[in-house]
Every structure is written in structure tokens, then in C-alpha cells.
């Protein structure tokens, strides 16, 4: 073998880069050759080098060296880019989002061109709502130093439940993606459990916020009407009932957006009149200062266990006022994703920018609200009724109907994101048994009729907003305690080590919160009373 190598190089081999069809390798025996040709490159052409010319056949062979494969013979992956929506090595999974031709016929998933700014104007849009202006109740029974400990807390909770939520979307061992939230609890708890213990919270989170919105955007049209008219107006006005068909009407017509992402302006003008409406009505209590012998001594009832019902009914308006994980995973959904840009980086980015604004809001409200009305800011509708009752005379007509119509304004948009995920479970009934996208008339049908069903339960069931303890309950574990046993469950972080331990703690703090804020809510609602009139909304 050494002398063939001499008669093909009689000079001193010099190092090259690398080798090629006239530099064959240093020596080496037979075996070792052979054993270094990888698998796919021994039919690859090669040139022999022979110590018998007109050797090499079969058995015998001769000395071989394999000096170049040629690249057009590198096997490549067959498997198309879009078929990896992560890039996740577990390719063999055919049950990947977007192979999935539902997803390309729902409303949630239909779009996937999503960004930052949408995940951002949805999540502002929805984070803040009317349920906001009721934390400065929570504080006449909290006190200031509980109050303002307590909701911190909360919102630190809530904020950490949000980023397991984003990180739980996409699945690198799986290749799934989770784009609701109900379908991340049926593969973490089984569709049963996830049904008895997910769905009901879920489906109000939803459905019953549309029927509040409708509520809350009728009685604030009816004001809006009211100051714009004036006092010596002589146009009679709508009654409740008729007012809340003019605002559904409007809803039923901007839910005809086809998609999730294609509501994305409606979000962004709702989130501006979010932040505009909380704004003013803070700025207005501040610059109007306290109100003459307010108190801030937090109320107490004769007996202990009344009192601790009313702390618990507190913090049950509190963790109201933090809603929307049910609409995070959704949000998520309309964004692409691959292995070198996953959608939860500017799924988290987006949450970051909206929730710095949530704070910017949410705690002026509760603070400089408790401060200027103190024990007399009331009990239904918060800050709002207490802007009105207390500032009418003496603010300007234009500030009241500016922060009327931002009201309605964010009613209006909140309407159309909490909506989604109820238009797109009623399409999935159509395409799952159909197997075809629902038409446009079918769609157009559809969504008028929860639309119009919202109005009904409006109109029968005017008092939803007088139960805001015992719903904050009731909807907590969606919020503070199923995402840290999700995370448990789908990550298996290692048993009794700071994640395990963390995620545990949180899980079962929170259900039995929810435990005892549903019962301390219902104990308030029956003990107090609420003025039920059905079908006679005010």
C-alpha cells in the first residue's frame, strides 16, 4: 500500500486543506479505510487504487480508497418547513396545529400573522375593564395596608400565571400547539376533568362578560344620552331595555370581523379608551381632593365570621378585577411560530408593554379612589357612580361625556375579544361534523344569535354585576391556580426542587381561595341582598 502511495507522490506530502480526487489521504490500511467511508457515501463514485490492475471483483477486491463523495448525493430532509411549526424534532407527530384544517377554518386560528402590538392592544383592551372601577370597595373593608398588600400580591400572582401560560403554548417535546385554553386543561387533566372543573369557569369568563359589557354599554349609553341632551332636553329617552338592544345591535355588527387578528384595530381603539376612561375618572377624584369628614377605617361587622366573610368577599373583587387568562392562550394562537422564533417571545413582549399600563391604571384607581371617598365611594359601580353622584355638578359636561363615551367605547371593543372564543367553538360543532369552513351566512347567523342571546340574559338577569365577590371566586382557579398545575404537569419540574415546590404551593393556595371567596360571595349576596329584578333592568 506504501509504495502505490510513493508512485502516485514521490515529493514530501505537504499539508492541504482538504482532499481531493488528486490528493488522496495519508496511508492507511484497508480496514481502517474502509471503516471511516460513512454508510450513505460507499456507492458514491470513487477512484481504486490497485495493487492489481485488473483486479477488484467480487470477492477478492483490492485496495479501495474512497477520495470524494459528491454533494448532489447528501441526502436531504424531505419534510417541507411548514410542517414544523416549531421546529421540533418530534416530527412524526401528525397531530401538529397547523396540519390541523380545522385551525385554518376557526376564527381564533384562522389568521397567523400576529405581532406584538396585537398581542399587546388584545391584552390591554381586555385587562382593563369596568370591574377595575370596584377596587377601591375592596379597600372599606381592607384598609389601606391590606388593600394595597393584597392587590400587589395579586397582581404579581396573576403576572407569573400569565408568563406559565405563555411559556405552555408550545410544546418542543410534542410539536402541539395549545391555542385555547381549554384545550391546554384537557391535555394536562383529561377531557372529563377538564370539563367538570374548567369548562363552566371558562364559558363565564366568556359568555357572561359579554352579558355584563351589554349591561354595563347600555346603562352608560343612557347617561351618555342624558348629558349630551342637557338638562331642558324634551327628547324622551330610551327605556333600559331598549338601550341595551342599540348597543347590541352595534356589537352584532363589528363581531362580523372574520378573526381574531382582524379585530386588532377595534382592540387598539378600546384599549385607548381603556386608558383614557381610568384616567380621567382618577385625575378628576385627585384634582377634586376628599370629600369633607371622609374615613378610612376599614369597616368591621358585630360578628367575627361576618367580618371574615367580608374580607374574603374583598379579595374576591380583587382577583375580579384581574381576569383574561382565558383569552391569553387564544391571543397567542394568531402568531407564527418556528424553532428560531417562537410565538412566545413577542407574546411575552406584548404582555409586558400592556400589563406596565394595566399597573398604571389599575393602582391610581384603587388608591387615590379609596383616598378621596373613603368609606362613602359605593359599593355598585365603584368609581364610576362616585365620578357622577359626587363631581356632576361641579365637573365640565365635556369630561363626564368623554368618559361616558370611552366607556362604551371599551365596552363595545372587550365585547368582540371575549366573544371570540364562543364564535369559535360554535364554528368548530359546524367544520367537526361537516368537515368544511362554515359559510359566510352560516357565520354571520351564528354570531347574531350569542349576540342577541347576550341581550336576552341582559335584560332577564340586569343584576350580573351585583355578584362580583361570589364570580371572582367562582373564575379564580382559571386565573391563579390551573396554569401552576399545568405547568407541573406538562413540564415535570424536578420533585421538591424550587418549581415543584413553588407551583404546588400557588395551586392549592388558590383553590382553596376559590373555596372560600365563592362561599364568602354567596353568604354576602344572601346576607346583604341584591335587588333582583328579573326582566326590569335600571
Not at 377595534?266 to 378628576?284: E, F, Q
Not at 412566545?344 to 389599575?362: D, E, H, K, N
Not at 338577569?461 to 396554569?483: K, R
Request: proline letters at 7%.
Amino acid at each position: 500500500m506504501s509504495e502505490v502511495i510513493e508512485e502516485i507522490t514521490p515529493a514530501p506530502i505537504t499539508p492541504r486543506p482538504a482532499a481531493t480526487i488528486e490528493d488522496p489521504p495519508a496511508p492507511m490500511s484497508r480496514a481502517a479505510s474502509v471503516a471511516r467511508v460513512p454508510p450513505l457515501q460507499i456507492p458514491a463514485p470513487t477512484t481504486a487504487v490497485n495493487g492489481d490492475s485488473g483486479g477488484g471483483g467480487g470477492g477478492g477486491g483490492g485496495d479501495q480508497i474512497t477520495l470524494k463523495t459528491p454533494k448532489a448525493l447528501t441526502p436531504k430532509s424531505r419534510t417541507p418547513r411548514f410542517m414544523t411549526p416549531i421546529g421540533s424534532p418530534v416530527r412524526r407527530a401528525l397531530k401538529l396545529t397547523r396540519l390541523d384544517p380545522q385551525d385554518a377554518w376557526l376564527p381564533i386560528t384562522e389568521s397567523r400573522n400576529g405581532n406584538a402590538y396585537y398581542a399587546a392592544f388584545h391584552t390591554l383592551c381586555s385587562g382593563i375593564g369596568i370591574q377595575a372601577l370596584i377596587l377601591p370597595v375592596a379597600f372599606i373593608t381592607l384598609g389601606w395596608t391590606w388593600g394595597i398588600i393584597c392587590m400587589t400580591l395579586a397582581f404579581i400572582w396573576q403576572l407569573y400565571t400569565l408568563y406559565l401560560l405563555v411559556q405552555l403554548h408550545e410544546s418542543a417535546e410534542t410539536g402541539l400547539r395549545y391555542c385555547r385554553y381549554i384545550q391546554l386543561c384537557n391535555a394536562c387533566f383529561g377531557e372529563k376533568l377538564a370539563q367538570i372543573f374548567a369548562l363552566f369557569p371558562i364559558l363565564y369568563l366568556s359568555g357572561g362578560t359579554c352579558v355584563a359589557l351589554i349591561v354595563l354599554g347600555g346603562s352608560t349609553a343612557k347617561m351618555f344620552f342624558q348629558i349630551v341632551c342637557g338638562p331642558t332636553c324634551t327628547v324622551k329617552s330610551l327605556t333600559p331595555a331598549e338601550w341595551y338592544l342599540v348597543f347590541t345591535v352595534v356589537a352584532s355588527i363589528l363581531s362580523q370581523l372574520p378573526n381574531l387578528n382582524s379585530i386588532a384595530g377595534v382592540s387598539l381603539v378600546g384599549a385607548i379608551s381603556a386608558i383614557g376612561y381610568s384616567t380621567l375618572i382618577w385625575v378628576v377624584s385627585l384634582d377634586k381632593g376628599k370629600l369633607p369628614n371622609v374615613s378610612y377605617d376599614p369597616v368591621k361587622a358585630d360578628k367575627q365570621y361576618i367580618h371574615f366573610f367580608d374580607v374574603l368577599n374583598a379579595l374576591g373583587m380583587i382577583a375580579f378585577a384581574f381576569r383574561g387568562h382565558n383569552l391569553i392562550l387564544e391571543i397567542q394562537a394568531t402568531m407564527p411560530s418556528s424553532e428560531k422564533h417562537p410565538s412566545r417571545v413577542p407574546m411575552w413582549r406584548g404582555v409586558q408593554i400592556s400589563y406596565t399600563f394595566i399597573a398604571m391604571c389599575l393602582f391610581p384607581l384603587a388608591i387615590v379612589g379609596y383616598w378621596a371617598y373613603g368609606q362613602k365611594i359605593p359599593a355598585q359601580g365603584g368609581m364610576f357612580a362616585a365620578l357622577f353622584g359626587f363631581h356632576a355638578r361641579d365637573t365640565s359636561q365635556f369630561i363626564l361625556g368623554l368618559a361616558s363615551l370611552f366607556v362604551i367605547v371599551n365596552a363595545l371593543s372587550s365585547f368582540q375579544i371575549y366573544g371570540m372564543p364562543m364564535f369559535d367553538e360554535m364554528e368548530s360543532q359546524y367544520t367537526r361534523r361537516f368537515k368544511k369552513p362554515a359559510p359566510w351566512w352560516l357565520r354571520a347567523i351564528v354570531r347574531c344569535m350569542f349576540t342577541y342571546g347576550c341581550y336576552f340574559m341582559a335584560v332577564a338577569i340586569p343584576f350580573l354585576g351585583s355578584v362580583a365577590g361570589l364570580l371572582g371566586g367562582i373564575s379564580l382557579p382559571v386565573t391563579l391556580a390551573y396554569p401552576c398545575f399545568m405547568w407541573i404537569k406538562m413540564k415535570k419540574p424536578k420533585k421538591y426542587g424550587l418549581s415543584w415546590g413553588v407551583n404546588w404551593v400557588l395551586g392549592v393556595v388558590g383553590m382553596i381561595l376559590s373555596v372560600m371567596l365563592t362561599a364568602a360571595g354567596l353568604y354576602v349576596v344572601i346576607d346583604t341582598g341584591i335587588k333582583v329584578s328579573f326582566f326590569k333592568p335600571q
